[in-house]
């Protein structure tokens, strides 16, 4: 699996790194836990969290790695990512989610987004073939590890929810960890920035080098017929693991923001199937694993997150430096210059058994502020704002107690009024935040929500 082979690239990096100070132009803010802590159950919490409600895994997904994984939403559904296959759910009562479809369809992570009656999947483990039933590759099966014929999107059809259909397959490039869903100009279209890592020596889907993503087409009215248009070069460099983890797009700014591992990338997409670099950033002293990326609303900002570890590691302990397997916020300029401004992590210290570290986020639609809701795995969820770039705190957590396993907030986004959270080994978890500084956002609604995705809201 290659998130083993980021893993060791994170280690390897964290070693050459660790004890590193940080800069002095910048800061780093853990803000303060706030002052009323409640506890409910086996969760910890501030006391403008509530927990409303669990839907906790069942079969067929309940299997010991159906590891729950990304969130996309649509009217009132949620559509829950699972190694093993999704979950469609009804959210129309926060409070009272039901399940409306469980989908067995194995294939890691299956990462997830939605757009119309259209379902996309990612899968980043080579298979015997494209459907749900094609299972391991044989030499998977053997214990020899990748070398399967197929791996990459797939299409599924969701206009009745209760029987999501599997349309169509597209391979790509090293499989698909993530993808992003972006519009084409008109609705007749819409295209997926895909990411993966790679290369793997002697695989035949993933080839050396490896040092760009995949756009993929889809047209609206005819899925089947979606392929691979472009396989941007974002990288010269060969020498070092290749490729992106995840791309953040805003479309009608017409920026991306690519987390390439190494690197924090910055694109103009005007011309969807050709995003063009604007700018590299990097941070060799404190960054290992470039993970993800969110703009503010006015995208005059980038907060761009650190999954030191790979996710498997306790990054949020004492023995850790505080500006490792954190965020880092930066200014985005006129001139469309990034410029590091400081760090945001957790100020809850985890254990050292607890698996923990910046993961998935999204902004709550805040007007006049810079609000986001993010995953920490074992470290829970965090409510942030980072109005203030350089001193950015955190306003809100929940917290359940430690789980002897890679456990926790793989996703947590906010969606009409409500954070959605999926904990990798215990569901879906909906939580309401009340607090004056986030309460605006209950004010805004939307129709659907792809968190990578972006879209703006009204200031």
């Not at 993800?292 to 430096?321: H, I, R, W, Y």
Request: hydrophobic share 35%; glycine share 10%; with cysteine.
């Amino acid at each position: 699996m290659r998130w083993i082979a980021a893993f060791g690239l994170a280690v390897l990096l964290l070693t050459a790194g660790c004890g590193a100070d940080p800069r002095e132009s910048v800061s780093w803010a853990a803000g303060s836990t706030p002052s009323a802590v409640r506890t409910t159950g086996d969760a910890v919490h501030s006391s403008n969290i509530t927990h409303l409600a669990n839907v906790p895994p069942e079969a067929p997904l309940d299997g010991p790695q159906s590891w729950g994984t990304d969130l996309a939403f649509q009217d009132d559904h949620v559509f829950v990512g699972n190694f093993d296959g999704f979950t469609v759910l009804d959210v129309s009562d926060p409070a009272r989610p039901s399940v409306v479809s469980r989908v067995l369809c194995p294939g890691e992570q299956n990462d997830v987004s939605v757009s119309g009656n259209l379902l996309f999947l990612s899968v980043d483990s080579p298979r015997g073939g494209p459907e749900c039933g094609g299972g391991r590759s044989p030499r998977e099966e053997a214990g020899d590890g990748d070398g399967g014929t197929w791996e990459g999107i797939r299409i599924f059809d969701i206009a009745d929810r209760a029987h999501p259909r599997f349309v169509s397959a597209v391979a790509t490039e090293c499989g698909s960890h993530t993808h992003t869903l972006v519009p084409g100009k008109t609705g007749e279209t819409v295209y997926l920035c895909v990411s993966s890592a790679g290369p793997v020596p002697e695989s035949p889907t993933c080839p050396p080098p490896h040092n760009n993503i995949s756009v993929v087409e889809v047209p609206t009215g005819n899925p089947a017929s979606a392929r691979v248009v472009s396989q941007p070069v974002l990288s010269e460099e060969t020498d070092r693991e290749g490729g992106c983890h995840d791309v953040t797009v805003y479309p009608e700014k017409n920026l991306a923001a690519a987390a390439c591992f190494g690197d924090g990338i910055l694109l103009d997409i005007a011309d969807r199937v050709n995003p063009k670099v604007i700018q590299r950033v990097r941070d060799r002293e404190n960054f290992s694993i470039w993970h993800s990326a969110t703009f503010n609303n006015a995208a005059t900002k980038v907060v761009f997150g650190d999954e030191l570890g790979g996710g498997m590691s306790a990054t949020c302990d004492s023995g850790t430096p505080r500006t490792h397997g954190a965020n880092a916020v930066y200014d985005l300029g006129e001139d469309r210059t990034l410029t590091l401004r400081g760090y945001f992590k957790i100020p809850r210290e985890q254990r050292p058994d607890e698996n923990c570290v910046a993961h998935n986020g999204a902004l709550l639609p805040v007007p006049g502020r810079d609000v986001m809701v993010q995953s920490w795995y074992q470290g829970g969820v965090s409510v942030w704002d980072f109005t203030d770039t350089a001193n950015p705190r955190e306003i809100g957590f929940f917290e359940r107690g430690p789980v002897d396993a890679v456990a926790g907030s793989w996703s947590a986004y906010y969606y009409n009024g409500h954070i959605y959270s999926s904990d990798i080994t215990r569901g879906l978890d909906v939580l309401r935040i009340d607090d004056p500084l986030t309460d605006p956002a209950k004010k805004v609604t939307v129709e659907v929500l792809n968190a990578q995705t972006q879209m703006s809201y009204p200031e």
